[in-house]
């Protein structure tokens, strides 16, 4: 379980103050899919990369499973994000250098562990890219590409995948296929997602939708709430 | 939707009797589309009329079953190769489009909106419903779930293009 309290952070520009999240209290249950949507600059991949340790909130704090987050050192958090997280962006940031095979490894070859092969095989067939295993990005389509990142951001077992805008530089075909992968992982592995996305199509496949404006929580509602289209509905119209 | 035609294609994979038809219409449509008993049973019964299917007897429940004839096969398959027409241009949204302007109507940009509220929902009901299809490996249904998102995209698209 996700417990984020009192979430702030601040960026300073010169002598300004820019302030991104401005008090955000946020609960997400374990294998819970959550999506965070509202227009750009409103604190939601901020939000999402203070939950994964990639960054720290000027106050407030984050807890992973009881355990805080931020008050732990940057090591402590590498630690952790090398084993309880899976990142997936919208850029893919696959190492260019590196094959398919050795891109989807790298989280475990980054925590000093081997990875099975049995595993890499199961998600190569998951994601569809077998036959590509010594291919490097440059030698790939995007989609291709989002699916290995997916590939690595699964590779270690994470608890919680967090994902920014992974299908929004996909065509709709390629994105159904990355929110359907997402999907079948979800649904067999029980993880938590949490996903920021633009995408309507992107939105349907969550549990709960959380809308952001201003640096704050403005509204969420659940699947199973009667207003549930009607109050997404009225956002991206 | 041709019920006639669909209990046909049951027939056509295995002899039923009337509830069995209803249960299995259910299913191949994912319970999208609802089928009243009554429906079935008039239909059945002006396929029997047309010799399109015949009953062979009762099951062990004394339930009458239907079995598909040979002339209930080929109306089959000269249904399912007739092309569709569309008459997409008769849409009825499109027709209020047209009066509004006609009449200078001076909520159009309300009446645009809603429309795209209502497509959302549509949207996010069949996004839902496809990712169910996905888990559960119904792969025709994800199809045609694909292809109604595929004409809800367009008509969003153009909802944003017509709206000032």
């Given at each position: 379980?996700?417990?984020?309290?009192?979430?702030?952070?601040?960026?300073?520009?010169?002598?300004e103050?820019?302030?991104?999240?401005k008090?955000?209290?946020?609960?997400?249950?374990?294998?819970?899919?959550?999506?965070?949507?509202?227009?750009?600059?409103?604190?939601?991949?901020?939000?999402?990369?203070?939950?994964?340790?990639?960054?720290t909130?000027?106050?407030?704090?984050?807890?992973?499973?009881?355990?805080?987050l931020?008050?732990?050192?940057?090591?402590?958090?590498?630690?952790?994000?090398?084993?309880?997280?899976?990142?997936?962006?919208q850029?893919?940031?696959?190492?260019?250098?590196l094959?398919?095979?050795?891109?989807?490894?790298?989280?475990?070859?980054?925590?000093?562990k081997?990875?099975s092969?049995?595993?890499?095989?199961?998600?190569?067939?998951?994601v569809?890219?077998?036959?590509?295993e010594?291919?490097?990005?440059?030698?790939?389509?995007?989609?291709?590409?989002?699916?290995?990142?997916?590939?690595?951001?699964?590779i270690?077992?994470?608890?919680?995948?967090?994902?920014?805008?992974?299908?929004?530089?996909?065509d709709?075909?390629?994105s159904?296929?990355?929110?359907?992968?997402?999907?079948?992982?979800?649904?067999?592995?029980?993880?938590?997602i949490?996903?920021?996305?633009?995408?309507?199509?992107?939105?349907?496949?969550a549990?709960?939708?959380?809308?952001?404006?201003?640096?704050?929580?403005?509204?969420?509602?659940?699947?199973?709430?009667?207003d549930y289209?009607?109050?997404?509905?009225?956002?991206?119209a | 939707?041709?019920?006639?035609?669909?209990?046909?294609?049951?027939?056509?994979?295995?002899?039923?009797?009337?509830?069995?038809?209803?249960?299995?219409?259910?299913?191949?449509?994912?319970?999208?589309?609802?089928?009243?008993?009554?429906?079935?049973?008039?239909t059945l019964?002006?396929?029997?009329?047309?010799?399109?299917?015949?009953?062979?007897?009762?099951?062990?429940?004394?339930?009458?079953?239907?079995?598909?004839?040979q002339?209930g096969?080929?109306?089959?398959w000269?249904?399912l190769?007739k092309?569709?027409?569309r008459?997409l241009?008769?849409?009825?949204?499109?027709?209020?489009?047209l009066?509004?302007?006609h009449?200078?109507y001076?909520?159009?940009?309300?009446?645009?909106?809603?429309?795209k509220?209502t497509?959302?929902?549509?949207?996010?009901?069949?996004?839902?419903l496809?990712?169910?299809?996905?888990?559960?490996?119904?792969?025709?249904?994800?199809m045609?779930?694909?292809?109604?998102?595929?004409?809800?995209?367009?008509d969003?698209?153009?909802?944003?293009?017509?709206?000032?």
């Amino acid at each position: 379980m996700i417990n984020v309290v009192d979430l702030k952070k601040e960026y300073k520009t010169g002598k300004e103050v820019v302030p991104i999240l401005k008090g955000v209290d946020l609960t997400i249950e374990e294998g819970e899919f959550v999506c965070i949507i509202g227009p750009s600059g409103s604190g939601k991949t901020t939000l999402l990369h203070l939950l994964g340790g990639l960054d720290t909130p000027t106050t407030g704090t984050i807890s992973l499973d009881g355990s805080e987050l931020t008050s732990k050192t940057e090591k402590q958090r590498t630690i952790i994000r090398r084993r309880e997280i899976g990142f997936v962006f919208q850029n893919y940031q696959l190492l260019p250098t590196l094959t398919v095979y050795e891109n989807i490894i790298f989280p475990l070859h980054a925590d000093g562990k081997k990875a099975s092969p049995k595993d890499v095989q199961m998600l190569l067939e998951a994601v569809d890219l077998v036959g590509y295993e010594k291919r490097f990005p440059h030698e790939l389509s995007g989609g291709q590409q989002q699916r290995v990142a997916i590939a690595r951001a699964l590779i270690h077992k994470p608890n919680l995948l967090l994902a920014d805008e992974p299908t929004g530089n996909l065509d709709r075909q390629r994105s159904s296929d990355i929110l359907d992968l997402l999907a079948k992982f979800h649904y067999e592995r029980k993880q938590t997602i949490v996903m920021v996305t633009h995408d309507m199509f992107a939105a349907g496949y969550a549990d709960r939708i959380i809308l952001f404006k201003d640096g704050v929580i403005e509204a969420e509602v659940k699947r199973e709430d009667d207003d549930y289209a009607k109050f997404l509905a009225r956002f991206m119209a | 939707m041709s019920v006639k035609h669909s209990l046909l294609a049951l027939l056509y994979e295995k002899p039923r009797h009337g509830y069995e038809l209803k249960t299995g219409f259910e299913e191949l449509v994912q319970g999208m589309w609802p089928l009243n008993a009554g429906q079935v049973y008039t239909t059945l019964d002006r396929l029997e009329r047309d010799l399109l299917v015949e009953s062979p007897g009762h099951d062990k429940k004394d339930r009458k079953l239907y079995t598909i004839t040979q002339a209930g096969k080929e109306e089959l398959w000269a249904w399912l190769e007739k092309p569709v027409g569309r008459s997409l241009f008769k849409d009825e949204f499109y027709f209020k489009f047209l009066c509004a302007s006609h009449v200078t109507y001076e909520n159009r940009q309300s009446m645009i909106r809603n429309q795209k509220e209502t497509m959302l929902k549509d949207i996010l009901h069949l996004t839902h419903l496809r990712k169910q299809m996905v888990l559960s490996d119904n792969k025709t249904m994800k199809m045609l779930i694909e292809g109604a998102l595929l004409h809800l995209e367009a008509d969003i698209k153009w909802l944003d293009m017509i709206a000032d």
